[in-house]
């Protein structure tokens, strides 16, 4: 069986065709961000592997929990999802179609971990650093980890730039097993 990405790189690479053609790609991020809402949803889920109920039936249950919230063009999306019986890859399609959306716009993700909470101060010197060091606008999400002692944990893509109070003390370990 395929992998997830493998299934639904072909339909976020459509959408996000669809939404730079028409100038909507932050429309599309929110539409596809509550598509996958209601595909994580535990009935919703039962209802997409359930043998006995249509792909039309379930591709209405999408459109009708998102009742004027989808264009015609993602309610078509929502109809082909289901009749190729690929909405399960909803939160997949949706990760790919960001990825697409922020090579777009020249944004890169940065995951940080930090030891203590930052405040507002902190993190956007931090992002300022990081964007003079990528040449590139940084969007961060900023996730408290106390196993770490002190300092931050950045990752970048596959780029990890581990400054944490752990990682030097194992650096530190290491060298004196040596």
């Known amino acids: 069986m395929a992998e997830p990405s493998t299934i639904a790189r072909p339909y976020a690479e459509a959408a996000f065709r669809l939404a730079d053609a028409q100038g909507k790609l932050a429309d599309w991020s929110a539409t596809l961000?509550?598509?996958?809402?209601?595909?994580?949803?535990?009935?919703?889920?039962?209802?997409?592997?359930?043998?006995?109920?249509?792909?039309?039936?379930?591709?209405?249950?999408?459109?009708?929990?998102?009742?004027?919230?989808?264009?015609?063009?993602?309610?078509?999306?929502?109809?082909?999802?289901?009749?190729?019986?690929?909405?399960d890859v909803l939160p997949e399609i949706r990760t790919q179609y960001e990825v697409l959306k922020n090579e777009r716009e020249g944004v890169v993700e940065a995951e940080v971990y930090t030891a203590f909470e930052m405040d507002q101060v902190q993190v956007a010197d931090l992002v300022s650093r990081l964007e003079k060091n990528t040449g590139r606008k940084v969007r961060a999400r900023v996730n408290v980890d106390k196993s770490l002692i002190g300092g931050v944990k950045i990752v970048i893509g596959d780029k990890v730039i581990d400054g944490s109070a752990r990682a030097q003390l194992s650096a530190l370990e290491n060298a004196m097993k040596a």
């Open 33 to 87: 961000a509550n598509l996958s809402s209601v595909a994580a949803d535990e009935r919703v889920r039962a209802a997409i592997g359930d043998p006995n109920i249509s792909a039309a039936k379930v591709a209405g249950l999408f459109i009708a929990i998102l009742s004027g919230k989808l264009s015609g063009e993602a309610e078509n999306f929502v109809r082909v999802l289901a009749e190729n019986g690929r909405l």
